[in-house]
């Protein structure tokens, strides 16, 4: 069965300091992408996606992921966080042409002022 | 433009109660979703519907959960009887509906359900 990894279960980061959250994804097929966030108190929102192409993609709010096929990876970055960008953050993997998705367990991130 | 509407945001029921939970989805949204979201974990798929069919059920506890989506419009997920298990967040999404599962899914704020 496939199933999406998120190793970093809790980060805790200064303003102004980089960021990458780990994703890592079990299937050898063809796959879309996510990564969400849920910011405290709000819902699940897209932070951004992949499907094809440019193995970087850029999302709102500065973040930025990549995808490595040979790692089965789709991590998160950030050059410089800030204070706003505490939330809970999920990986969310699509098997291509389904619409079955899996959702990582979540890494939730502090970040202190 | 309105978001994925959910009611109610809370609920308290003692185990064998009956508990429903609904959504209004996006409007022009004709693919909806039920997830459970257990404490500490990622939301997963209960079931999801295209318009009003339900085209995937597969991870529903059909014994005690029940839903259904009259009109393909608002839905509505059923737990009779709840369980202490059963105590979660239910969330609700709703797509487009490219058909290639690309969609961008928009989440309602979900009902965290407690059963004592």
């Known amino acids: 069965a496939q199933s999406v990894s998120q190793h970093n279960h809790h980060v805790i980061l200064s303003e102004a300091a980089s960021l990458e959250l780990g994703c890592n994804y079990s299937y050898g097929g063809t796959v879309n992408l996510f990564w969400y966030v849920q910011y405290p108190g709000q819902h699940l929102q897209l932070l951004l996606k992949y499907f094809s192409g440019d193995p970087l993609v850029k999302g709102i709010k500065g973040f930025e992921a990549e995808f490595i096929k040979s790692k089965f990876s789709f991590n998160l970055r950030k050059p410089s966080v800030q204070w706003s960008d505490t939330a809970e953050y999920f990986c969310?993997?699509?098997?291509?042409?389904?619409?079955?998705?899996?959702f990582g367990t979540g890494t939730r991130l502090k970040v202190l002022a | 433009e309105a978001g994925v509407v959910q009611s109610p945001r809370y609920k308290i029921i003692e185990k064998k109660q009956p508990v429903a939970f609904w959504c209004n989805p996006i409007s022009g949204h004709n693919t909806l979703y039920w997830y459970r979201q257990n404490l500490g974990q990622g939301p997963e798929l209960l079931i999801r519907y295209e318009n009003e069919e339900a085209v995937d059920d597969s991870q529903l506890p059909k014994d005690r959960f029940s839903a259904e989506r009259l009109k393909g419009v608002d839905s509505t997920l059923k737990i009779q009887p709840a369980e202490l298990g059963d105590s979660a967040v239910y969330l609700c999404a709703s797509s487009l509906s490219a058909g290639n599962g690309r969609d961008t899914q928009y989440f309602g704020p979900g009902t965290r359900l407690t059963v004592l």
């Open positions: 969310a993997v699509n098997v291509a042409g389904t619409y079955k998705y899996i």
